[in-house]
């Protein structure tokens, strides 16, 4: 627990000490970033959240952020969300997980999955002079992550997490694909409400000669109950993504913060965040977001909407629905 605490601590310290050294990188490895693809999230309420999700996230929307906190899962959980971004390009993403201490428990744990795809529909064929080749022709390209995790507790205080990942792209008749992983930490401190996690995102792997969007992520939560009344609670979140391969990305620093208040069955959900500085193509600036959930006796029905500023594909809405059954 001492020796994950100190680990956690060096390096939140080498990410906010790194920061001026990256800058200074840019010019001698920009260029080299590839699959960006990657950066761009699919859970509503982490994007509400500013995109501070490797400590507080505890369920299935974990297994893109840290799959560590999929083993915070009582039961099983399903996520469906859209995006639609500019020149009606979209990005769908289906996760599904499983907890299994009670069907399998010489295995326990949760296993979950997920695909996600970014279709950008037909593109017009033009030559090098920018003309349409034979009147009419087109071709389209696409970019799919297909995604398995496993995650347990590995004592009182602590969690783990693993995911592989499939990632493929499309250009045309021109595709590549890969394999990389994601491995994760939750520190559940003797203090109520409080969490720490830990994550390396898209580890092991190159395309090509170009580096994946490798990142250390360090993160700290912390929900209280009870906030007003016997009925609802609040978490404020924050966290650091320090780039490892390439360096030309900025080290990202996110906050954010819920309140849910909840009522016979209902709970209604409000959420805000701040990036400061852009990692995850979700934009700078303030983030919105909101959700409402229903219990239907047994089955529980999320749906959370989420408002990103502008970036490099313009304002983005995100929805997505999650059921617990």
Known sequence: MKLCLKILFLATALAMAGGPSLSMAQNANGGRAAFDFLKISPISRAVGLGGAYTAIGDDIGSIYYNPAGLAGLLTSEMNITY???YQSINYEFLAIGYPMGESIPEIGGTVAVSAALLQPGSLPRTNDNGVTVNGTASFSSGDQVFSIAYARDLGHFLQGGFCVNYIQQQIDTVSSSLFDATAGLIILPP?????????????????AGFDLPFTLNTAISYRHYELFSGQDDGALTAEVAFPLQPLEDPVGVKVGGEYNYKWMGNRATLRAGYEFLDTSLNGVGLTLGAGYGLDFGGAVLFLDYAYAPDDIFGSAHRISLTTKF
């Open 83 to 85: 995006l639609s971004l």
């Open 191 to 207: 203090f109520d409400g409080m969490r720490v996690g830990l994550s390396l995102k898209n580890m092991g792997a190159q395309a």
